[in-house]
């Protein structure tokens, strides 16, 4: 089984920026969620890849992943998975031997900016570059499928206000 272990964190700046090494857009669709699963389809740059994860005890999950024909991967996205459906730009940034995942939502979320890092084990020391904010593994409020339907709410709210 692959475990995947990751943090996530606010942004506290754009340093990061300047720091970046490469950038990649993304296209993610949700095919199945339940409160401890995931099987998501994603578009890379190069690649298209299926992916498994569950709820493996606190912040670690195990995670499936394998690539996929581009074709297949448009065909999932296209048609089955319905509004849950994210574009970002993946931007990567070396610090201090971690690479950091810095997420610059678009579309629906846009105006997230979240960082992720992964590691090998939970009691890993990371040391925490400036632009760093608070961190949020774990919180619901910051799952994706969780800012989908509150950015949802937020807009129909404005549609309907007078």
Sequence with gaps: MAIEIERKFLLAGDGWRKLAVRQERLRDGLLAATADRKVRVRIYDAKATLTVKAKAGGIHNAEYEYEIPRADAEELLAQHCDDN????????????????????????????VLAEVEIPRDDTDVPLPPWIGAEVTGQPDYKK??????????????????
Excluded: S
């Design 85 to 112: 459906l994210l574009t970002k730009i993946r931007h990567y940034v070396p610090y201090k031997g971690f690479m950091w995942e810095i997420d610059v939502y678009e579309g629906l979320l846009a105006g997230v």
């Design 145 to 162: 499928i969780n800012l989908q339907m509150a950015r949802r709410a937020e807009l129909a709210a404005a549609k309907a206000a007078p």
